[in-house]
């Protein structure tokens, strides 16, 4: 091809094809790079939020000493809604069996007196095990993650006979009657 001469032709040289080759190949490239790199990002992201985490109670003694249950977090719900949380205190939870009465704290400190629970739940799933108290004034319920099914088993055993417990509960509190016989 010969040179270009005058400047009407259009001049078209093969090392400017070559840049623009180059040029196309190195974005391309980047391009399928950065796509790479996002999807080993979300495969990532989606491998550690399906990833079990051990429970952070299992961290606290097993043992419940003078009737202070150690828990995760206290939280009050509604009654019918076990799941679901109206408030929730992850930061300076209290759940204490006394003689005569329960105290807790989610948001403040309450004291009811064993006759007005009205039925003490059980609820598990991975990392958590929640103790679920339903009162008979009340529509709101209070629930306590003690982290494993072994105290919460060791906090139902400290709960008076009087207290009614659903099925799970008693289920729940076998392996403790087991041990303790």
Wanted: proline share 6%; glycine share 6%.
């Amino acid at each position: 091809m010969a040179p270009c001469r005058g400047r009407t032709r259009a001049c078209v040289t093969e090392e400017s094809d070559v840049q623009m080759d180059w040029i196309t190949v190195l974005g391309t490239v980047g391009v399928i790079v950065f796509q790479g790199l996002s999807f080993w990002f979300l495969y990532w992201v989606w491998k550690k939020l399906r990833t079990p985490k051990a429970p952070r109670g299992a961290a606290v003694p097993l043992a419940i000493k003078g009737g202070v249950v150690p828990v995760v977090a206290t939280f009050t719900g509604l009654r019918g809604l076990p799941w679901i949380a109206l408030a929730t205190n992850s930061l300076n939870p209290v759940f204490r069996i006394e003689s005569e009465q329960l105290v807790y704290r989610v948001l403040r400190q309450h004291q009811r007196p064993f006759a007005d629970i009205r039925l003490v739940d059980v609820r598990e799933a991975y990392g958590t095990f929640n103790l679920i108290f339903e009162f008979h004034d009340a529509r709101r319920t209070f629930a306590a993650n003690v982290g494993t099914a072994a105290r919460g088993a060791q906090a139902l055993a400290l709960l008076p006979q009087s207290v009614p417990l659903s099925a799970r509960a008693r289920e729940a509190m076998l392996p403790t009657l087991a041990t303790r016989t």
